[in-house]
């Protein structure tokens, strides 16, 4: 992990991410395999989703690109975890980023890779690019 909060936001450890919030860590910092903290709690689905609100509500950037999903988006559309998709959705998150990035391409590259059909659904309503290729493999 590239930083503690990133690391707390991984394990999905809620009460270390309110110490280090509260302390002044910086939340939209980013290296190491998820990019940011925030991406680290899409990551985990279920388990992340009360991580990824605190940092939601703490002014995490939803559409920070970088780490192996590349947003917190793509990551929590390849876990296929509905309310965290929805949280960054209505967060700001864009379902079709510009530059397409990480494994997947795009959130919708992601759920789909996954056969996720209600991820897909949902992205879709929201206006991601259906026709958007990716720029990886």
Do not use: W
């Amino acid at each position: 992990f590239g930083f503690p909060l990133q690391a707390a936001a991984a394990r999905c450890d809620s009460s270390a991410l309110d110490h280090l919030l509260a302390a002044g860590a910086a939340i939209n910092t980013s290296s190491g395999f998820y990019g940011t903290a925030t991406q680290a709690s899409a990551a985990k689905g279920e388990r992340g989703f009360v991580c990824l609100n605190l940092l939601l509500k703490a002014g995490a950037d939803p559409n920070i690109p970088l780490g192996y999903f590349y947003t917190p988006l793509q990551a929590a559309s390849r876990a296929a975890h509905l309310p965290s998709i929805q949280k960054l959705l209505e967060a700001g998150a864009d379902p079709s980023p510009e530059r397409p990035g990480g494994p997947f391409g795009t959130p919708l590259h992601a759920a789909t890779a996954g056969g996720h059909v209600e991820a897909v659904r949902l992205l879709l309503e929201a206006g991601a690019n259906k026709t958007m290729k990716a720029r990886c493999g």
